[in-house]
Nanobody, 115 residues
Framework: QVQLVESGGGLVQTGGSLRLSCEAS????????MGWYRQAPGKQRESVAL???????NYADSVKGRFTISRDNAKNTVYLQMNSLKLEDTAVYYC?????????WGQGTQVTVSS
């Protein structure tokens, strides 16, 4: 059984910062990619940031320069530092972990940015 436990969401004003964390536990081997997706009301889920096992990163254009993804391979944990938050960043954020055989999702954590 694999579990992804997310934390760090919440309510923040525009321009503020939040840090999301996601720890993968259980029978999980050879993680390749870890990342974050988000889904705003009425919209499709979209990729926010991905990081490979080697540390290569990929960001959505809308968050480049504001969000930073990082990972601790020893802890099977991925982080998302979100700075200069905007109203349009409001969404449920989902952790995503990919191994060579499976893809796992977290339960989601709400991020709400208010003016």
């Amino acid at each position: 059984q694999v579990q992804l436990v997310e934390s760090g969401g919440g309510l923040v004003q525009t321009g503020g910062s939040l840090r999301l964390s996601c720890e993968a536990s259980g029978r999980i081997f050879s993680i390749n990619y870890m990342g974050w997706y988000r889904q705003a009301p009425g919209k499709q889920r979209e990729s926010v940031a991905l990081i490979s096992n080697g540390g290569s990163t990929n960001y959505a254009d809308s968050v480049k320069g504001r969000f930073t993804i990082s990972r601790d391979n020893a802890k099977n944990t991925v982080y998302l530092q979100m700075n200069s938050l905007k109203l349009e960043d409001t969404a449920v954020y989902y952790c995503n972990v990919r191994t060579g055989y499976n893809t796992y999702w977290g339960q989601g954590t709400q991020v709400t940015v208010s003016s």
